[in-house]
């Protein structure tokens, strides 16, 4: 492994590092927060394009580049960090390095080897578990009890450099992917400011991942959170909490797309067929082994509802069973 190149001496009362900050989501501003409170000086922010979103398809800015316009910092916003304009404008920032929370663009090698302590990444996983666009929602899913966030030197391949630092959190048991997210986006956020001081201070080596625990996770695409009721409750519970609340677990329900809030395994339940539902006071959906009570849906077109509200209204026939269409 290359050693990263070396900066000259700080001179007394210069910022630590000069630094473009990288991120788009929520959870990157504590980071971007972190820094900008920090002796490291951020020039810039890179951020992905602003883009039409909600019922009205208004063009919003990103959560990043909000949190740069109110501290006044120049905003880039290429289409992809591959366009020579970037690369231009990368080089001509000076910067010594570039951290990186979830920019949500592939970094090409031309723009990696501008910055000379290259491009430190925020990851929020235990490396080399959960490699991917949506660490935090595949580790709920796949029931684990432990994960957390690496900082590492980012490289051409998918979450495969070498790592500075890590920190360890608990997913407690009703944890959704927001909930764990916003409490690693903290944490993270003095991960990645200890690990640039230790790249300043010249205290830190990143060290290469281990070749064994590697475990992939892509993105969760909305089809990927459709329920799947033959699956035991247990698996349906976390499979829920996983995709909450983006992008937001769904079923059908007399052939229109219903959102669910998380769901709870009810132990000793009624014993029901896969989707079948069951209203009595609370509202129970059968499962592959098991049934589940939910708490909060969506019908098609309304706002979130108390489940008991929603059978109400809804009068299921007994039988009747959610994800038929």
Not at 210 to 218: D, K, R
Request: proline letters at 11%; one cysteine or more; aromatic letters at 4%.
């Amino acid at each position: 492994m290359e050693r990263p190149r070396q900066l000259p001496p700080r001179r007394e009362g210069e910022p630590a590092l000069k630094l473009l900050f990288a991120g788009t989501p929520a959870p990157a501003v504590p980071s971007l927060e972190a820094l900008l409170a920090s002796d490291h000086e951020v020039v810039a922010v890179l951020t992905r394009p602003d883009a039409r979103s909600g019922r009205g398809r208004k063009v919003s800015r990103s959560p990043v580049a909000e949190r740069a316009d109110a501290a006044g910092l120049p905003v880039l916003q290429p289409r992809s960090p591959r366009e020579p304009e970037f690369l231009e404008q990368l080089a001509a920032l000076g910067v010594d390095c570039v951290p990186v929370v979830a920019y949500g663009a592939l970094v090409p090698q031309a723009a990696l080897d501008v910055p000379p302590r290259g491009w430190v990444n925020l990851h929020f996983s235990l490396l080399p578990a959960w490699r991917g666009a949506a660490p935090v929602q595949h580790a709920i899913m796949a029931g684990d009890e432990v994960t957390g966030a690496s900082t590492f030197l980012l490289e051409a391949g998918l979450d495969t450099g070498p790592v500075y630092g890590t920190l360890t959190e608990a997913i407690r048991p009703r944890d959704t992917a927001g909930d764990l997210l916003e409490r690693l986006a903290v944490s993270g956020a003095q991960l990645l400011l200890a690990t640039l001081d230790g790249i300043a201070a010249g205290a830190l080596e990143p060290q290469p991942q281990p070749a064994e625990g590697v475990s992939l996770a892509p993105k969760v695409e909305t089809a990927d959170a459709r329920v799947d009721w033959t699956l035991p409750a247990h698996v349906v519970d976390r499979r829920i909490r996983g995709v909450s609340p983006a992008p937001g677990a769904w079923t059908t329900w007399r052939g229109e797309r219903m959102r669910l809030g998380p769901a709870v395994p009810v132990p000793g339940g009624p014993a029901l067929a896969p989707g079948e539902l069951h209203v009595d006071g609370d509202v129970l959906v059968g499962t592959g082994h098991g049934a589940v009570r939910l708490d909060q849906v969506q019908p098609a077109g309304k706002r979130m509802l108390p489940a008991a509200d929603w059978a109400r209204g809804a009068r299921p026939a007994t039988g009747e069973r959610l994800g038929g269409g």
